[in-house]
């Protein structure tokens, strides 16, 4: 054999050996998808739009704060949009101050009107940066809690703009991750605002109707005072609903530093807790105010409907930097509420708009099935090619036997895993790699019968249906490319696969077969027949 | 030499008017079932859950149905799936309001229809502390494991793990006797088992939900990706061959999809994203077949310039049409066991693979081909289209446009051949 035989043998062996060597064993080396292994698919859209809305909430109540500290008085501050403050009513003798006043809390945004009303909006680039950092931090906050489940080999990562794709092998309940996944968990200490009356603090019981609130408050709420229901079982097996007014926040989400669930007293679980230095002085402050009373706990997300009461513990001594926080908690529960509570709230609301999950038994079952598949489709094409052509089938035969493992080999190096449409694919992919093969093999036969040598015949087969193979392969190709940028997960794996496949099949069809015939038809001597 | 064919000399370009006929009646054949039975749209379009169940007996459909509607799910479907044997079915779940939703957040759908689809003594049995050997995680079977007499924690793991890979086998266990084999396992543990836990009557196999505003947006982009290759293809085309040949086959795809589509409605299948995957390779596919036609034509007039198209076409698909069927034909029989031995989830799949590539096939031959002779008749008309091709014998395989100048289409597909 020459020197460029051996070339290209090597040309064939080295890939051959590399992919073996990157899918062997297959059960612990053959990435499989989630849709195969068992586990949860979820995406996530994240509303940045509630972001502006939060952070416009929060900018009104330092706005309020800030004129109150600078006895301003003023009318309403009031919100239509998200991203727009109106103030009304301000002191008019004092508008030379209030523009120096808004500087702290609201100093990048627009502002506009002059003497009693303004108008306040927040500017695009603010609103942008505001977006991003949502965006940011609920990525941050997903990666500590999904990584606080123990699940292994979990991924959490953007998909497009303002999306979160969080892949979860080997779940197979997803309710109880849905639930820790979607929870904003914006958690507050609130003082508890009592109705006028009131004298027994300890002992006071909120009534279990928002009405009821609202007439003991004599029909209105006191401004900055809302209602919030807190839910508790009632020891007979259902479950009753108080409603709580309170009032400013003391501690936030953010001023806590670490969450651990533990074990009560009377053998329920509770969750203790500890803040940063700086909140824990102001914890200790209104703590101290409120000894003897109640403070409510109060977990949601940034809007006011989410909002309830998980316990309104009474204060029996002032508490610094770290308390428990007591409630009719299941251990899963108790579990689950320091884990949100440890990775800090989500800055936006995120809702789950596309979750699949796939049980162990039902992926193992595909797989058996996609290779059942695989298998009788082979055999079928091998024995017709075997019949039809012959030898030359044999060699068609060896060419697609090599597909299997140069395709999932390929695949292992690109890192892309293989999913059920993928398995679709690689199947679909031996049929088409036999049309290479076919495309040769019949002109070969054409130019035998116009009474060509067999080498010239076997020469002009491969080099005239070289460009038709080609411009078959690339209108596949062209689809797949489509079905790549358009698909979503699985379906992209099948795209993968798909592509992959269509290139290792020209590879092995043109240049594996070729060498075969060179290797078996000889060099220099003439070949009197050929099988085929 | 074993041979399908023998040198055939089939006229196929002569019965082009009837065969066209017929491909445009089955096309608005099509596109009125399409109209009239609709597509049924999966839970991925219309956005929902839907839910696969594997019962251990063969469950009664319209008692799981009942169930569903008594636990206040609205218009539930149920249907059975895969093979008698396996005992499966789909649920699926319309895509509740804003209020639902709130109540789902304390409680998943799954759990739901687990309340909801459980008999009342097995209700009991878990009020009492009794495992679902059907349900229970790796965590909850080891802790009831541990408890068992003479077990220590180490081999509770282990148990654990050998318990929920034989259910990982088995898909659904029919009771404790299914676990009575598994490594480890002794007489002792099996009676323990059989008083703290029970196998229920199904196991959940799959569960997905999808977003309503995200169904919209998966709808979109599938039309985007199946528009888009199918321009892809005639860049491609006019690009390698000619703009007519270019337009011929896309024609061939819009009647292949179409076709396709008509039949994928009429059997009622359901549309999934792995189907709009087939549509895509079949768009890529049946190209192909049109590409070894159109590539044998160019070649034959290259080395044929005195012949006239319609002989000319006649010559190259009668040329390529062994192979034509073979090729088709391999590929249709991987799909075609990919659609008997593939599973449910993959078999829409495989079903328009099935259909579409003697759609796709047939068209290559009766479509794609003679729309190159129509448009040529349709450049030429007013001319007469029989007496032309003879008038431009010599010079160009067609006959040249009006103000055209006459060398430039034949340089062209000089241009376009020399390039092997």
Redesign the interface.
């Known amino acids: 054999m020459s020197k460029n035989l051996w070339w290209k043998i090597l040309l064939i062996v080295v890939p051959l050996g590399l992919s073996v060597a990157a899918i062997y064993p297959p059960k612990d080396k053959i990435a499989l998808g989630l849709d195969l292994r068992g586990g949860a698919h979820i995406l996530m859209q994240i509303d940045t739009g509630s972001a502006i809305a939060y952070s416009t909430d929060l900018a009104q109540t330092r706005i309020g704060q800030a004129l109150k500290d600078a006895k301003i008085a003023y009318g309403a501050i009031s919100s239509s949009a998200p991203g727009t403050i109106k103030i009304e009513g301000v002191d008019p003798t004092r508008s030379a101050d209030v523009r120096q006043v808004l500087e702290i809390p609201v100093g990048e945004w627009s502002i506009s009107g002059s003497g009693g009303s303004y108008t306040l909006e927040m500017p695009m680039s603010v609103r942008q940066a505001q977006e991003r950092l949502a965006i940011e931090s609920t990525l941050d906050t997903l990666r500590t809690r999904v990584d606080g489940l123990g699940v292994r080999e979990a991924v959490v990562q953007p998909s497009g703009k303002d999306r979160v794709l969080v892949l979860l092998p080997g779940v197979e309940d997803p309710d109880r991750v849905k639930g820790i996944l979607q929870d904003p968990a914006v958690l507050e200490w609130k003082k508890v605002v009592y109705p006028p009356g009131v004298t027994d603090y300890r002992n006071w019981r909120p009534p279990t109707s928002r009405e009821e609130v609202l007439t003991m408050f004599g029909g209105a709420l006191p401004p900055g005072v809302k209602v919030y229901p807190e839910t508790r079982p009632d020891g007979s097996g259902g479950s009753v609903t108080t409603w709580w007014p309170v009032g400013e926040s003391v501690v936030i989400g953010k001023d806590i530093t670490n969450a651990q669930r533990g074990s009560g007293q009377w053998g329920g679980h509770n969750i203790s807790f500890r803040l940063s230095k700086d909140a824990g002085r102001r914890f200790e402050a209104a703590t101290r105010e409120y000894v003897n009373k109640h403070m409510a706990i109060v977990l949601g997300s940034a809007r006011d409907e989410s909002k309830h009461v998980v316990s309104a513990p009474t204060i029996n001594e002032p508490i610094s930097d770290q308390g428990q926080i007591t409630g009719s908690f299941t251990l899963e529960q108790a579990e689950d509420l320091s884990l949100k509570l440890r990775s800090g709230a989500i800055p936006a609301d995120v809702r789950i708009i596309e979750e699949r999950t796939v049980g162990p038994s039902l992926g193992r079952d595909s797989i058996r099935k996609g290779v059942l598949a695989g298998v009788v489709g082979f055999l079928s094409v091998m024995a017709f090619m075997l019949v039809y052509y012959r030898l030359s089938g044999l060699n068609a035969v060896i060419a697609l036997a090599l597909n299997v493992p140069l395709l999932l080999g390929a695949m292992a190096y690109f890192g892309a895993s293989l999913s059920l449409p993928g398995i679709a694919g690689l199947i679909l992919t031996l049929g088409m790699a036999v049309d290479a093969n076919v495309l040769i093999f019949e002109r070969i036969r054409e130019e035998l019968r116009l009474g060509k040598t067999v080498r010239q015949a076997v020469d002009l087969g491969f080099s005239r249906a070289f460009l038709t193979i080609v411009d078959c392969h690339i209108t596949t190709l062209v689809s797949a490319f489509f079905l790549f940028s358009y698909g979503t997960g699985p379906v992209k794996g099948f795209a993968v696969s798909l592509t992959i496949g269509i290139i290792v099949s020209m590879f092995t069809a043109v240049f594996v077969s070729r060498v075969i015939y060179q290797i078996v038809l000889g060099e220099g001597r003439p070949v009197e027949a050929l099988s085929i | 030499?074993?041979q399908?064919l023998h040198e055939t000399n089939i006229d196929f370009m002569s019965k082009r008017k009837m065969w066209m006929t017929i491909s445009a009646v089955l096309v608005v054949l099509s596109i009125v079932v399409i109209a009239v039975r609709g597509i049924n749209l999966g839970v991925e379009f219309k956005g929902g859950t839907e839910l696969?169940i594997?019962y251990v007996a063969k469950p009664d459909v319209g008692q799981v149905r009942a169930q569903l509607d008594a636990a206040g799910f609205r218009s539930p479907s149920v249907t059975r799936i895969g093979r008698e044997q396996e005992n499966e079915v789909y649920i699926r779940l319309a895509s509740e309001g804003a209020a639902a939703s709130q109540a789902e957040?304390g409680?998943?759908?799954?759990?739901r229809v687990k309340e909801a689809l459980r008999p009342p003594e097995l209700k009991a049995r878990l009020n009492e502390g009794a495992v679902d050997l059907n349900?229970a995680?790796a965590n909850t079977l080891q802790q009831l494991l541990a408890l068992a007499p003479g077990m220590d924690p180490e081999r509770a793991k282990q148990m654990a793990d050998h318990v929920?890979e034989r259910?990982?086998?088995?898909?659904?266990l029919a009771g404790v006797q299914d676990v009575a084999s598994v490594p480890g396992m002794t007489p002792e543990v099996t009676t323990f088992l059989q008083g703290k836990a029970f196998a229920g009557p199904f196991?959940?196999?799959?569960?997905?939900?999808?977003?309503p505003?995200?169904g919209a947006e998966?709808v979109r982009?599938?039309v985007?990706?199946?528009v888009?290759?199918m321009i892809?293809?005639l860049v491609?085309?006019a690009f390698?061959f000619r703009m007519e040949m270019g337009i011929g086959a896309v024609v061939a795809l819009i009647h292949d999809t179409i076709i396709t589509l008509g039949i994928f409605a009429l059997f009622g299948k359901e549309m999934s994203?792995?189907v709009?995957?087939a549509f895509?390779?079949l768009?890529?596919?049946s190209?192909?077949d049109t590409?070894?036609i159109f590539?044998r034509i160019r070649e034959n007039l290259k080395n044929h310039p005195g012949a006239d198209l319609i002989t000319t076409i006649n010559h190259s698909v009668n040329?390529t049409l062994?192979?034509t069927i073979?090729?088709s034909g391999?590929?249709?029989?991987?799909?075609t066991?990919?659609w008997?031995?593939?599973?449910e989830?993959?078999e829409p799949?495989?079903f328009v693979?099935v259909v579409g590539i003697i759609v796709g096939t047939y068209s290559s031959v009766y479509i794609a081909s003679p729309y190159v002779l129509l448009w040529q008749a349709w450049r030429t008309r007013g001319k007469s289209v029989k007496a032309a091709p003879a008038k431009a014998a010599g010079t160009a395989p067609a006959v040249p446009r009006e103000g055209a100048p006459p060398a430039r289409r034949a340089t062209k597909v000089r241009k376009a051949s020399s390039?092997?």
């Open positions: 030499m074993l399908i696969q594997k957040k409680q998943g759908v799954v759990t349900e995680d929920l259910r990982k086998e088995k898909g659904v196991a959940f196999r799959s569960q997905s939900y999808i977003g505003t995200i998966l982009k599938a985007t990706a199946i888009l290759s892809g293809m491609y085309i390698r994203l792995p709009v995957a895509l390779t768009v890529g596919y190209t192909n590409v070894v590539d040329q062994s192979r073979l090729t391999l590929t249709w029989l991987t799909v066991s990919l008997l031995f593939g599973g989830p993959l799949f495989a693979m390039a092997r």
